[in-house]
């Protein structure tokens, strides 16, 4: 089943973010089902803050990166930007890099063992540069 995509009010006004969303996975693994309005718009922003939150233990495995290209609609594969996880209950990646990408970033679960949400929240560059 494909991830769940939503910005709940609840995370919406999140602190210095222009957009933070939420991906729900059903399961401890996702295939890429991605549509184009899925996962974070990267207009803006220099770095992404991630989080993913289980209601139990996770195996240890990681969030697969995917990236949108904007041109053609495409999602790619971006294994430079995968993420670890660790067996726990959740993880937090304060801020991940973004380099000049463009288009739109998702990161899907991939062996976590158990279904999980993740957040993701968007850090414009003035947040960066102490503006």
């Known amino acids: 089943m494909a ?11 999140y602190k210095d973010k222009v957009n ?4 729900a996975a059903s399961t401890g ?3 890429n089902a991605l549509g184009a309005a899925d996962g974070l718009d990267l207009r803006n922003f220099d770095a992404v803050e991630v989080a993913v939150e289980a209601g139990g233990a996770m195996t240890a495995g990681n ?10 609609g495409q ?3 971006a294994p430079g930007l995968d993420l670890a996880v660790a067996a726990a ?3 937090a990646y304060p801020a991940v890099q973004l380099q000049g990408l463009q288009g ?14 993740v957040y993701m ?8 540069i102490g503006f």
Request: charged letters at 10%; proline letters at 7%; aromatic letters at 8%.
């Open 121 to 128: 929240g968007g850090i414009p560059r003035r947040a960066l």
């Open 75 to 77: 999602w790619n594969r």
């Open 3 to 13: 991830m769940v995509w939503s910005n709940p009010a609840a995370i919406a006004a």
């Open 104 to 117: 739109r970033l998702a990161y899907l679960p991939n062996g976590l063992g158990i279904a999980s949400n």
């Open 29 to 31: 693994t996702e295939a």
């Open 63 to 72: 969030l697969q990166a995917y990236v949108m290209n904007p041109a053609t």
């Open 20 to 23: 933070v969303i939420k991906g």
């Open 89 to 91: 209950n959740s993880q």
